[in-house]
């Protein structure tokens, strides 16, 4: 992409990723928020009960009927929980919640980011709770409204491998601005949606949002939300560069924003289907020295894995590399 069309589609990109996280996006599903006493049982039938509290209330929902991911597909929804807010009146006119017989063995699964409790169910699965704060305001902005800060509690159901992130860093736009790429995959299938809103909520059950966070940047240090942006359509690849920002509509009125590239970057994502949360994490890199033939090596070998990914890309505002 030439220089003017890429400017273009950056200003696209920002209109987009802009509000990517002002509305409740498919999770690998979303129980509760602001949740405290948190617990889990599982039966052999395939039953999960998830105890909580929250103003006040004890609660204790069930789920049931899901586990792993479908491809991405027109030809069928994602795969979803049955759930039951009642826990089991509702659905069985009895309390499963007070009855079931907890058969769930200690997890001895993969590592797991935000985890809270997690179990392996006799047939071999995983069941899981992580626990983490998706509404955070991007640019690295603190929270002005309270569900911004909400600590939301997702529930997983798997078998073997998690989905994975790949991802790279390097330079673009004529080397000036710091930029990530990579790409979602599950199972060794891409990771993506078939619709989604100007501002990047997807419409369907499989598209899914990366959220970046920034470590020790221009915004201060520690861990700030840069940003969150789309996994692409056909390949499950993404891409982002660090520019500065003028404040998002509904936003405080800050100022413009510097850009956030940081120390160290990390990108979290919801699993698909019903799939756990993971995350990446990686270093950042310093300023570009085109006199530097390691700077100048690395950046055409970033280009080329980037260009790779994106190929065939059929996003409103497909990544570019240069």
């Known amino acids: 992409m030439g220089g003017s069309a890429f400017r273009v589609g950056v200003a696209a990109a920002f209109a987009v990723m802009a509000l990517a996280t002002a509305a409740p ?3 690998s599903y979303l129980v509760a928020r602001n949740a405290a006493n948190i617990g ?4 052999a039938a395939g039953h999960a009960v998830v105890y909580y509290t929250r103003g006040g ?3 204790k929902p069930l789920f049931w009927g899901a586990v792993n991911a479908r491809p991405p597909t027109l030809e069928a929804p994602q795969v979803a929980f049955k759930k039951d807010y009642s826990g089991g009146w509702g659905t069985f006119r009895k309390p499963l919640w007070k009855t079931i017989r907890d058969t769930c063995l200690p997890y001895d699964g993969p590592p797991l980011p935000y985890l809270v409790v997690a179990c392996k169910a006799p047939d071999g699965s995983y069941w899981a709770l992580q626990r983490w704060q998706r509404m955070l305001p991007n640019l690295g902005i603190d929270p002005w409204k309270p569900g911004q800060s909400a600590w939301e509690l997702h529930l997983s159901h798997w078998t073997g491998e998690l989905p994975k992130l790949e991802v790279w860093v390097d330079w673009v736009y004529s080397k000036k601005f710091h930029h990530l790429f990579g790409r979602y995959t599950y199972q060794g ?3 993506h949606g078939f619709s989604a809103t100007g501002t990047g909520n997807p419409l369907d ?3 899914r949002n990366m959220y970046l966070d920034t470590y020790d940047s221009a915004y201060g240090p520690g861990w700030k939300r840069e940003n969150s942006f789309l996994a692409h359509r056909p390949n499950g690849n993404f891409c982002y560069g660090f520019y500065r920002h003028d404040p998002y509509p509904g936003y405080p009125p800050v100022g413009r924003r510097p850009a956030g590239h940081g120390k160290r970057y990390r990108i979290t994502a919801l699993g698909p289907g019903v799939t756990p949360i993971v995350v990446w994490e990686g270093e ?3 300023d570009y020295n085109r006199g530097n033939p390691a700077d100048v ?3 055409r070998q970033m ?3 980037g260009d790779g990914l994106a190929a065939g890309d059929l996003s409103r505002t497909p990544c570019s590399q240069h």
């Open 25 to 27: 996006a498919p999770a």
């Open 205 to 207: 059950g499989y598209g």
């Open 297 to 299: 090596d690395y950046e």
């Open 303 to 305: 280009n080329d894995i």
């Open 189 to 191: 299938r891409p990771v």
């Open 57 to 59: 209330k004890r609660l």
């Open 40 to 43: 889990l049982k599982v039966d």
């Open 284 to 286: 950042g890199l310093s």
